[in-house]
């Protein structure tokens, strides 16, 4: 009953690191997202796929890449961590537009 | 002008009162709508869709206006476990599309 499994869970960069988000899904969906959270901010999407083999920006893609490496798994790439990217990072996972969107726990980055 | 706007918070009741959110979208392609709860900078939860007829779930009503393109939960008898963050979501586009957030309002619910 895994889910969605997002690696790490925490971990702090200094400024112009780079370092890959991990997410898998177990449950077989289409659709991946991942999404950061800041305070008073809620949830803005960063990168979405919409099935395996497309990516598409979302609301706040500066600084990131991903890749859609299967259908289980949806990968986020920071390329020169900025104090900026400090947040909460959420990956989620859907069948399709009208149905649940499941989450990982998250992973919170700190970039000194 | 974001994409999914709520009302802002924190919205403090006691318990046994009923609350009201509202919230409102700009994008007329807008496909599915819902509304999730989020505890404590946990991950977001669907707490229920909302459905062009309304729909109830307990002491829950959700109600979406196409025309104004505006979506409303309500919360009847409060409980202190209601206490959290609810989150408008909105779909946008197709094949899976655009999942949107607002920004969240916090609610407390006082014994």
């Known amino acids: 009953n895994a889910g969605v499994t997002q690696t790490p869970k925490f971990q702090v960069l200094k400024t112009g690191q780079s370092m890959t988000l991990q997410c898998a899904q177990d449950m077989n969906h289409n659709s991946m997202y991942w999404y950061r959270q800041d305070p008073g901010m809620g949830l803005r999407l960063i990168y979405y796929s919409a099935s395996e083999g497309t990516t598409d920006k979302g609301e706040v893609p500066n600084g990131y890449n991903v890749s859609r490496l299967n259908k289980r798994e949806f990968s986020l790439r920071l390329e020169s961590a900025a104090p900026s990217q400090t947040s909460v990072y959420f990956c989620?996972?859907?069948?399709?537009?009208?149905?649940?969107?499941?989450f990982g726990q998250g992973t919170r980055l700190t970039v000194v | 002008r974001k994409e999914v706007e709520q009302d802002p918070g924190p919205f403090n009741v006691p318990e046994g009162a009923t609350v009201a959110f509202n919230c409102t979208y700009s994008?007329?392609?807008?496909?599915?709508f819902f509304w999730y709860r989020q505890d404590c900078r946990k991950e977001p939860k669907l707490l229920m869709s909302?459905?062009?007829s309304g729909n109830e779930d307990g002491r829950f009503t959700a109600q979406l206006n196409r025309a104004s393109q505006y979506i409303s939960l309500l919360i009847r008898d409060s409980k202190l476990s209601d206490s959290a963050t609810y989150l408008c979501v909105v779909n946008v586009g197709n094949q899976g599309g655009k999942l949107i957030f607002g920004q969240g309002t916090e609610l407390s619910v006082k014994p």
């Open positions: 989620a996972s859907s069948e399709g537009m009208n149905t649940e969107a499941f």
């Open positions: 909302v459905y062009s």
């Open positions: 994008n007329s392609a807008s496909q599915s």
